[in-house]
């Protein structure tokens, strides 16, 4: 069962990667529903539907970075969820922050797979 969890994560991982190449697509998706959002007379038929599937493969990523608060890595697991309000405002208004935190995600969950089949430091007794 452990495995099939560390077997997600890494299909988390591929999403992230996935929107990192995709990263200029997503941010003018954004900005293009933005705008349909602020006109008050928007068809939701209209939203395109690669924002529906953004969305989805968001929250397929964040259910499995939940589950992961259950593991033994769950420090990880809380940055990787949790990020601080003044990252998302910047993100949102820079695209070279959004790549930078895609980045962050990715090697943290690349941490998170290496750390749990070959390193194996135990980060809660370091840490207390």
Same mark, same amino acid.
């Given at each position: 069962?452990?495995?099939?969890?560390?077997?997600?994560?890494?299909?988390?991982?591929?999403? !992230?990667?996935?929107?990192?190449?995709?990263?200029?697509?997503?941010?003018?998706?954004?900005? $293009?529903?933005?705008?349909?959002?602020?006109?008050?007379? $928007?068809?939701?038929?209209?939203?395109?539907?690669? @924002?529906?599937?953004?969305?989805?493969?968001?929250?397929?990523?964040?259910?499995?970075?939940?589950?992961?608060?259950?593991?033994? !890595?769950?420090?990880?697991?809380?940055?990787?969820? @949790?990020?601080?309000?003044? $990252?998302?405002?910047?993100?949102?208004?820079?695209?070279?922050?959004?790549?930078?935190?895609?980045?962050?995600?990715?090697?943290?969950?690349?941490?998170?797979?290496?750390?749990?089949?070959?390193?194996?430091?135990?980060?809660?007794?370091?840490? @207390?």
């Amino acid at each position: 069962m452990e495995h099939l969890f560390y077997f997600l994560v890494l299909i988390c991982l591929i999403i !992230q990667v996935i929107f990192l190449i995709k990263k200029r697509y997503v941010w003018k998706l954004f900005k $293009t529903v933005g705008e349909m959002i602020k006109n008050k007379n $928007t068809d939701p038929k209209k939203i395109p539907k690669s @924002f529906y599937i953004y969305g989805i493969l968001n929250i397929i990523c964040a259910i499995i970075l939940s589950v992961g608060l259950f593991s033994s !890595q769950y420090i990880w697991f809380l940055i990787l969820l @949790f990020p601080s309000p003044l $990252t998302t405002k910047i993100r949102k208004k820079y695209l070279s922050a959004s790549y930078i935190k895609t980045i962050i995600n990715i090697s943290i969950l690349i941490f998170i797979l290496v750390n749990k089949y070959f390193l194996h430091i135990d980060i809660i007794n370091i840490i @207390f």
